[in-house]
């Protein structure tokens, strides 16, 4: 079992839609959550933290449950530039970065 | 200018050929780390470093090395390239005071035939 795993997508809406990604992970001791940002043949770029109280980022709003080991992102009213991979990432013990194998979205007009 | 930034962009090698890919940073962290991506599998650590004298294995490093030449530099050496090394490479860096928020390089596109 891969220790972040995402919806496989990809996600194809209509602009202003709005669109919810699914993360799980496996360690229980994982100290820290986000969401990157990836656009097709670049870097990923840090889109927001996860915090267990919630938080909110504009249009963005993730959410963290650590009883379920489970992490959202909700993206509204969707935009044509809002089209990327997301990448669901969590810190371990060492403070080392694991990432999710991203989920794709498509934005169409 | 680009915080990080990694050379070549691209590169296709043959199959047993030495090849260096290099990371510089202008961002002053001490953290810094090389990733590869392949479609389907996620980035995936390869080495990290968090100072200049501190080298660590990362998930895959069997196939690779690496030298961290100063604080600004990290280099990621394949000593023997071999086709399914071929992938996008990233190099990180975060701040000590801040390691979990990483800023990523341009990335290079390895072929090796």
């Known amino acids: 079992r891969k220790e972040v795993e995402q919806d496989p997508g990809p996600f194809n809406v209509p602009e202003g839609a709005t669109v919810a990604f699914n993360c799980t992970y496996s360690?229980?001791?994982?100290?820290?959550f986000f969401w990157y940002r990836q656009d097709c043949r670049k870097e990923p770029k840090l889109l927001m933290s996860v915090y267990s109280s919630g938080n909110e980022d504009g249009r963005f709003t993730a959410q963290l449950n650590r009883a379920s080991q489970y992490i959202s992102l909700l993206i509204r009213d969707s935009k044509l530039s809002d089209s990327a991979t997301y990448l669901c990432?969590?810190?371990?013990?060492?403070?080392?970065?694991?990432f999710g194998q991203g989920t794709e979205l498509s934005v169409k007009p | 200018d680009a915080d990080v930034t990694q050379t070549p962009r691209n590169r296709i090698t043959k199959t047993g050929k030495r090849i260096m890919l290099e990371c510089s940073q202008t961002?002053?962290?001490?953290?810094m780390y090389w990733y590869r991506q392949d479609p389907g599998l996620g980035l995936r650590l390869i080495y990290y470093?968090?100072?200049?004298?501190?080298?660590n294995k990362g998930e895959i490093s069997d196939g690779y090395s690496v030298s961290r030449q100063a604080q600004a530099k990290f280099s990621l050496s394949l000593e023997s390239a071999i086709p399914n090394q071929t992938a996008l490479y990233f190099c990180a860096t975060s701040a000590t005071t801040s390691g979990e928020t990483q800023y990523f390089g341009p990335g290079t596109r390895l072929l090796v035939l």
């Open positions: 470093s968090f100072d200049v004298k501190d080298i």
């Open positions: 961002k002053g962290h001490d953290r």
């Open positions: 990432v969590v810190t371990n013990q060492g403070g080392k970065l694991i």
């Open positions: 360690n229980s001791a994982s100290q820290s």
